[in-house]
């Protein structure tokens, strides 16, 4: 038990290590992820009421679209220089290792990207209520998206075209989507929105048991 | 048990039942789709609601029914793929995503076309129909997968994978009519003892899912001895067979 | 007068026959390219 607790914490840190010595794939996903939220309201004028009505479902898209670009990253050096091949033929459970890059990916995309959004909803002057129903959604939604997208990643790391990750990636996640949607809307007009958020909180349980065991069975493939 | 299945597997036996059994499917999908038609657009009276354009329900709700039993088989022989690896199931998963991605984008097609003068508009966001695009995006998603793959026994086992993961989407779709109160109405027949239609509106709407699975079976089996030739090219049946 | 209420469908008929006709389409293309594709491989085969 300790050992895998041990090992578990090697993965997790190997990862975080490498993602602070080369910074420019952590920093660059966070630059995306600004500059859409920019964009957007270029598309729809200053109306600064239809600004405060859009900005948090673009600030979700905004970190759907840097999640699919970032989950590559924390995977494909790993294929290429064989360090995945390695930890298969060792003796530790896939699971196991798969959840530590699962962990590191959130741990090193997701989190700065939650922390950043926060700023720029201040920024964009939304309602604090609205900030906190948007910070507890992206919270439960963003390890989600996370666990789904390394499934996805471990089936089509290497093969031709990128855009397969995203096609895979972007219907499985329109229920996470459309969930913290309707529960940043509730909060908007003042109602409850526990349903809303106990749902997302169910589906990340589910996701947690689950997308390790595919995640491995993936990895299994890749590598017969 | 293990036996039976082996041998139901073995593609030469496969190939010769499936020569015998597609025929006949073949003429009961026919028949039932001309009875259902006639039925169904001809001797149904009009819905006291809906008036006549009830009657897209004929082709409707066989094919979003067809969609989601596709998606069921699809699913099923992608865990035999990833359990047994028996060579037939990889075969039936992969004929079946491009059918079942017709259905689900007929059920959406003409779901469309039906909400159009009940709602008012071609599209809402409501759960069902949500749930129902997700699924063709699951089928495309299947197919764009294993078929980029240059070893097809890993593109079957990924794919297989996938499958497994969307069946997640299966129950959702089902029960999302119940579950959300939304603008889609409920099913039509969910008990059979006492359907919510007149009988001479079910039998047309039976007769049709018949047509439509059978139609699914009739292409699946021709399908699987496509497949079946190209991957047992060089075995000695298969020359002697075509050969003659 | 009977063929014409059967194509109007009470005032509904361009929706209910376009559903239908992309129904036929649809189903069509889908036995087309099997078959098609089954005697392709046959005729292959039989080359060789």
């Known amino acids: ?224 | ?244 | 007068m009977l063929f014409e209420n059967f194509f109007s469908m009470g005032g509904y008929g361009i929706y209910v026959w376009s559903a239908y006709a992309i129904t036929f389409i649809v189903l069509i293309l889908n036995l087309f390219f099997t078959i098609k594709r089954e005697k392709k491989i046959l005729r292959n085969y039989k080359k060789k």
């Not at chain 2, 499917?25 to 609601?49: K, M, N, W």
């Not at chain 2, 359990?83 to 491009?98: H, L, N, P, T």
């Not at chain 2, 497994?164 to 029960?175: D, K, Q, S, W």
């Open chain 2, 1 to 244: 048990m293990y036996r039976w299945i082996q041998q139901f597997g073995s593609p030469k036996y496969f190939y010769d039942i499936s020569l015998v059994v597609s025929k006949w499917i073949g003429v009961i999908c026919l028949i039932c789709f001309i009875a259902g038609l006639y039925g169904g657009l001809v001797i149904a009276p009009p819905d006291y609601q809906q008036g006549d354009s009830y009657r897209i329900i004929y082709i409707h709700v066989p094919a979003s029914w067809m969609s989601l039993f596709v998606y069921m088989i699809l699913a099923i022989s992608g865990a035999i793929t990833l359990i047994w690896r028996i060579k037939i199931a990889d075969f039936v998963a992969r004929s079946s995503a491009i059918i079942g991605a017709s259905f689900t984008f007929l059920a959406l097609a003409t779901g469309a076309i039906w909400g159009k003068p009940m709602w008012g508009t071609y599209w809402v966001w409501d759960a069902r129909l949500t749930s129902e695009l997700i699924l063709l995006f699951l089928y495309l998603g299947y197919i764009a997968l294993q078929s980029s793959f240059e070893d097809r026994r890993v593109g079957a086992r990924a794919g297989a994978i996938l499958a497994l993961i969307g069946v997640i989407n299966i129950p959702i779709i089902h029960y999302s009519v119940e579950w959300w109160s939304t603008l889609h109405q409920g099913p039509t027949i969910s008990k059979l003892d006492a359907p919510s239609i007149h009988y001479s509106m079910l039998i047309p709407l039976l007769l049709m899912a018949i047509a439509y699975k059978t139609f699914y079976i009739y292409t699946l089996l021709i399908n699987i001895r496509s497949e079946i030739i190209e991957s047992e090219y060089n075995a000695t049946w298969v020359k002697k067979m075509i050969g003659d």
């Open chain 1, 1 to 224: 038990m300790f050992e895998y607790i041990n090992i578990f914490c090697t993965l997790l840190k190997r990862d975080l290590v490498i993602a602070i010595r080369d910074k420019t794939d952590f920093i660059n996903s966070l630059t995306f992820f600004v500059i859409i939220i920019f964009l957007f309201p270029l598309t729809y004028g200053t109306d600064s009421e239809l600004i405060m009505k859009f900005t948090p479902g673009m600030i979700w898209i905004s970190a759907l679209l840097a999640t699919c670009l970032s989950l590559e990253g924390v995977f494909r050096s790993d294929f290429e220089d064989g360090t995945i091949e390695q930890l298969t033929l060792s003796r530790y459970p896939l699971t196991l290792i798969s959840s530590a890059k699962i962990m590191a990916h959130w741990i090193i995309y997701s989190a700065p990207l939650i922390v950043i959004s926060l700023f720029m909803s201040l920024i964009l002057s939304l309602p604090t209520n609205v900030i906190m129903v948007l910070f507890i959604t992206l919270l439960l939604g963003t390890p989600i998206l996370s666990l789904i997208g390394s499934i996805m990643v471990v089936l089509t790391v290497g093969l031709r075209g990128s855009m397969l990750l995203s096609l895979l990636i972007l219907p499985l996640s329109m229920p996470i989507l459309i969930f913290s949607i309707l529960a940043i809307n509730n909060a908007a007009i003042n109602q409850s929105t526990s349903a809303e958020i106990y749902f997302l909180g169910g589906m990340l349980v589910l996701a947690i048991t689950l997308a390790p065991i595919a995640t491995a069975a993936a990895l299994r493939v890749r590598m017969s």
